[in-house]
């Protein structure tokens, strides 16, 4: 019992202590460590911007050739084929399309008889070119060949012969070629019909029903000796005919004026039947001038039969 006791007062003894000592220092708690993970920051996209390309400005030369080059470029027409050959009607100045494919070749075919004096084109590395020829005589006709070696090719070719140039602009697509092209020349035709029109004419009557019976030769040719000096004047009793050589063809030929009574000088109407002025009234004088600081006159009187030969027989 008083062992009791004794340790009763003991606790009681030691429990202000030990609360003394809890109030003054108090063991603080240890802090327990917590991974935290570092916060993650996204940045907004950003949105893509295209720029806009800029072109360089052109220059008005530079746009006035690029126009003028399109406008003088002939493309082949669907009308213009002969069977796979495309006929163009030649003009100086135009630009003729031509659509080549590798591995086929493309026949230019000149004119006949035309001679090739030289080919000329932008790009010689990555085509061939060459010519060939075709017939004989006044049927030889020259062909130039023409070939890529790739799609997408573009040059341009220049031929000259001995009567014209042609330009052409060469395409090379993945498998259509023209076989061939050649040309029509209106230019030529007009002339060949001019020429046959001028040796009909030539060839026919100065006037129709002329009889050598009616005809006068009683005219005389007096003053300057120009080359287009007529050979003869004559009439046939209703119309008066001047006759010239053949040069007057090639020549400036001079204006006809009848001389009146008073001297006085009219212009009169004519008619011109290859070497021939043909009137229609008899006159008894007449002149042809030319020039004007230097005129050059020869006078045609008409005189009684018994003066001239009829012959027309020039004084």
């Known amino acids: 019992m008083k062992f009791v006791l004794a340790a009763s007062a003991l606790a009681f003894s030691i429990a202000p202590a030990l609360a003394q000592n809890a109030a003054v220092s108090p063991s603080p708690a240890k802090p327990t460590s917590t991974a935290t993970a570092a916060p993650v920051t996204t940045s907004p996209a950003r949105p ?15 746009a006035r050739v690029a126009a003028a080059n399109r406008a003088a470029t002939q493309e082949p027409q669907a009308q213009a084929f002969v069977n796979a050959v495309q006929v163009y009607p030649f003009s100086d100045g135009t630009i003729y399309q031509v659509y080549t494919a590798p591995g086929a070749v493309t026949d230019l075919a000149l004119q006949p008889g035309e001679n090739l004096i030289a080919v000329a084109a932008g790009d010689t590395v990555r085509w061939v070119i060459g010519d060939t020829t075709s017939g004989a005589g006044t049927d030889k006709r020259t062909h130039i060949l023409v070939k890529p070696f790739a799609t997408g090719l573009a040059t341009n070719l220049i031929i000259t012969t001995d009567r014209r140039s042609y330009h052409l602009q060469l395409t090379a697509t993945s498998r259509t070629a023209m076989a061939a092209l050649s040309w029509t020349y209106p230019a030529d035709q007009l002339i060949a019909l001019r020429r046959a029109a001028e040796q009909t004419a030539a060839a026919a009557p ?16 007096s003053g300057d000796s120009p080359a287009w000096r007529p050979l003869r004047a004559f009439d046939d009793g209703r119309q008066t005919f001047v006759e010239f050589g053949a040069s007057i063809a090639v020549g400036e030929a001079p204006p006809l004026f009848v001389i009146r009574p ?27 001038r030319l020039g004007t600081k230097k005129q050059q006159i020869v006078r045609i009187d008409r005189v009684a039969e018994g003066a001239a030969s009829r012959k027309g027989k020039r004084s």
């Open 206 to 221: 100065v006037a129709e029903d002329l009889s050598i019976d009616s005809l006068h030769f009683n005219y005389r040719l």
């Open 262 to 288: 008073t001297g006085e000088a009219e212009l009169v109407n004519y008619r011109v039947r290859g070497r021939f002025y043909v009137v229609d009234r008899i006159f008894d004088a007449a002149e042809l």
């Open 48 to 62: 893509q911007v295209r720029r806009a390309r800029v072109r360089k400005p052109v220059s008005p030369s530079v």
